[in-house]
């Protein structure tokens, strides 16, 4: 019984990311293409130093951004704007669904909309769950308010405990004829190895421009790679 509560209370969110998966495979076969994904951000640091690379590579990404940080920061989701890039939400405050104990909270916390209208101009379709956790209520929040979920196919590892060679991850993202990068642009601060976190995220952005510019592989919003439209409620 257990087994099959689990299975209702989470299984929709997850086929919905391997189809989602699944999709975006069939893409790339048509099309090598590379979306890098930004989460957690604004970083009043790192940020502008990831835009500074894009910029260089003309190069589009997406940044799924954090409410608390976006309230704090204003003027660097102001620049993400100006530089043409896309926005998606990321939560208000990172609550993951899985161990909420009150399942309203994560939804309210996920599909919330108040925050994005006076920092983001207006509220973004996209939205990338925290921590890639999804429950049957955050998944139906979500869906019933029009939103596209957004998953990943890479994640570039700058959160794990020891992250992988940059070069090795880009050489792997283009092996695959790309996909959709998780990197994380904010600033960790108070984090004992804040600026090597800082630099990974920014020599694994170099590495992967340079090895698809030198492949020859798109690079394009998260939404033109899943082929929905990014907009406005």
Known sequence: VLGSAAAAWLGPPLVHRWWQRARINRTLKAQPSIALTYDDGPGAILTPRVLHLLRA???????????????????????????GH?????SSTHLNAWKTILPWRAVGDLAADGWAFP?????????????G????????????????IAWWTFDSGDTWKTPPDPVAMARAVI???GGVVLIHDFDREGHADQQARQEYVLAVTREILDA???????????????????GER
């Open 57 to 83: 590579a003309d190069a589009p990404a997406t940044f799924f951004i954090l409410g608390r940080r976006a309230r704090e920061k204003p003027k660097v989701v102001q620049m993400v704007r100006d530089a």
């Open 86 to 90: 896309e926005l998606g939400t990321h």
């Open 119 to 131: 920092v983001v101009g207006h509220v973004p379709r996209l939205v990338r769950p925290p921590g």
């Open 133 to 148: 956790k999804m429950t049957l209520a955050t998944w139906l929040a979500c869906v019933g308010r029009g939103r596209r």
């Open 175 to 177: 092996q695959a004829g």
């Open 212 to 230: 698809g510019r030198q492949a020859g592989v798109r690079f394009c919003r998260y939404s033109e790679l899943c082929g929905c439209k990014e």
